[in-house]
């Protein structure tokens, strides 16, 4: 099975300051972008762009740096960190398993 790589044509290059700027644009219809799922769900969930052709893991991670603190109000913060994670994490699988049944990689 060789990956799917569609022909596009070249057009002018469009450079952006930050990355949420070529999000932007691509929402705008102004071309593509390559994000990471968790700054694109929202805009994955109203139908704002589209993922065609899934995610890929690349490795990242997030850390919470903190001193050791008995503070309720730390415990509280890395407690909805935690319940964003897990609710992207399960969005996450579910998107990846719609696109991919809905794809087809085999162009042979």
């Known amino acids: 099975m060789r990956p799917f790589s569609p022909a596009l044509p070249p ?3 469009q450079t ?5 700027l070529s999000l932007q644009a691509a929402g705008a219809g102004l ?3 390559i994000g990471s799922h968790a700054l694109v769900f929202d805009d994955l969930t109203t139908g704002r762009l589209a993922a065609p052709f899934g995610f ?3 490795g990242s ?3 919470l740096l903190i ?3 008995d ?3 730390i415990a509280t913060v890395l407690a909805w960190l935690r319940d964003q994670a897990r609710e992207l ?3 996450s699988d579910r998107f990846s398993s719609i696109t991919t049944r809905s794809r087809n990689w085999d162009h042979a």
């Open 11 to 13: 057009v002018a290059e």
């Open 16 to 20: 952006f300051e930050h990355f949420y």
């Open 31 to 33: 071309g593509v972008a």
């Open 56 to 58: 890929q893991p690349d």
């Open 61 to 63: 991670a997030y850390f």
């Open 67 to 69: 001193r050791t603190s």
């Open 71 to 73: 503070d309720p109000r």
């Open 89 to 91: 994490n399960q969005w």
